[in-house]
């Protein structure tokens, strides 16, 4: 038994004793590939969830800012108020998201299928359209890559049958 022993602890000397002699050939490039790799990898993908984010959120935004200032706009008394309602819907709504809310009277369309759009009966249709900004992108790339994104979303509603004309 102690014969065995002697002959395992002089390989392990052997071994321990190659081992600090011997060139660092590869020791520690795992590391350094890993790391390599993880960067090509997770900045991309790091970007890609960024702008897909801003992009979901303008979505968010202009849907429910169109559906919003469509119902401000067939519940008003008359169409400046109609208008004011709408107009501040869609502020809402972009600020809510993190949009610039003073972009708001710029993005909204308000159309209607008659001269008069508190016509009862008539169909009124909300237009909202911003551009989202893509993080990071520099102007000289403008030529190849969009700074903008175009966002747009549409709602129609319908000014109550039944509503009072006049007030």
Known sequence: MIVA?????????????????????????????????????????????????????????????????????????????????????VALALDDQGLDPAAAGESLSLTCAATSCLTPGTAVTAHVAVEVALP????WLQGVVPLAVPVTASATGTVDEHRAVGG
């Open 5 to 89: 022993l002697r002959g395992w602890t002089r390989t392990v000397r052997a071994a321990v004793r190659d081992r600090a002699t011997a060139p660092a050939g590869d020791a520690g490039s795992a590391v350094v590939e890993f790391l390599g790799v993880a960067l090509l990898l997770l900045v991309p993908t790091v970007y890609l969830v960024l702008v897909l984010g801003r992009l979901q959120a303008a979505a968010f935004a202009v849907d429910g800012a169109a559906r919003e200032a469509v119902r401000g706009f067939v519940t008003a008394d008359d169409a400046t108020t109609g208008a004011q309602r709408a107009t501040a819907s």
């Open 136 to 139: 990071g992108v520099p102007s």
